[in-house]
């Protein structure tokens, strides 16, 4: 597989009052993602950030009155929310299969290994410091068939080994500027 095809673009950053990236530099990184083959935008509610279309995206809830859901997949935020969360988005999961012919994916994002629980996800996002710190196997979930996110990628040597760890289907990248983003993808082409 194609390594930029496996690069989610972080959000929260994007759209926020302090310490954010201003639009017109989002829409400069977005551009750019997408002429160099970056598909992916991981979102929440809570960032405050409305993607454009052309991405697809990954959208974290808090409430299952949050009716913005991911065109990829949408996952509960924080473990904590399952129980209020959990069967709307297990509603959503079908009823996008009966309004579009597919089904969309759900899934949780995890802070801490014992989040993960038994319920059938398609999608864990988690903190690749678990893996490195050997708190969750990833050939664990695959082999459960779960598709796994990684994120705070923060050096370009962790970056490097999230996308040759042949568990990690996606790795979530934030971007405060174009030129990092562009260092970003000069390491990806170089793997």
Same mark, same amino acid.
């Given at each position: 597989m194609d390594n930029?095809?496996?690069?989610?673009i972080g959000t929260a950053n994007f759209g926020q009052e302090y310490n954010g990236v201003r639009a017109k530099n989002v829409d400069r990184i977005l551009e750019y993602a997408m002429e160099s083959g970056i598909e992916y935008l991981d979102c929440a509610t809570a960032y405050n950030y409305t993607p454009p279309q052309g991405f697809w995206?990954?959208?974290?809830?808090t409430s299952p009155h949050q009716q913005r859901i991911g065109s990829y997949a949408t996952l509960i935020h924080h473990a904590k929310e %399952?129980? &209020?969360v959990w069967p709307v988005l297990w509603e959503l999961k079908f009823g996008t299969l009966k309004m579009s012919g597919k089904v969309m994916k759900i899934g949780?994002?995890?802070?801490e290994p014992e989040e993960?629980?038994?319920?059938?996800?398609d999608v864990i996002q988690l903190p690749y410091?678990?893996?490195l710190e050997n708190k969750i196997n990833l050939k664990d979930l695959k082999m459960r068939g779960i598709e796994v996110h990684v994120r705070k990628v923060f050096a370009d040597k962790c970056f490097e080994q999230a996308l040759k760890d042949p568990y990690v289907d996606k790795v979530i %990248?934030? &971007?405060?500027?174009?030129?990092?983003?562009k260092e970003n993808v000069k390491i990806v082409e170089k793997l």
């Amino acid at each position: 597989m194609d390594n930029i095809k496996r690069i989610i673009i972080g959000t929260a950053n994007f759209g926020q009052e302090y310490n954010g990236v201003r639009a017109k530099n989002v829409d400069r990184i977005l551009e750019y993602a997408m002429e160099s083959g970056i598909e992916y935008l991981d979102c929440a509610t809570a960032y405050n950030y409305t993607p454009p279309q052309g991405f697809w995206t990954i959208n974290k809830i808090t409430s299952p009155h949050q009716q913005r859901i991911g065109s990829y997949a949408t996952l509960i935020h924080h473990a904590k929310e %399952i129980p &209020v969360v959990w069967p709307v988005l297990w509603e959503l999961k079908f009823g996008t299969l009966k309004m579009s012919g597919k089904v969309m994916k759900i899934g949780l994002s995890i802070y801490e290994p014992e989040e993960i629980n038994c319920l059938p996800f398609d999608v864990i996002q988690l903190p690749y410091r678990l893996v490195l710190e050997n708190k969750i196997n990833l050939k664990d979930l695959k082999m459960r068939g779960i598709e796994v996110h990684v994120r705070k990628v923060f050096a370009d040597k962790c970056f490097e080994q999230a996308l040759k760890d042949p568990y990690v289907d996606k790795v979530i %990248i934030g &971007v405060d500027n174009l030129e990092q983003l562009k260092e970003n993808v000069k390491i990806v082409e170089k793997l």
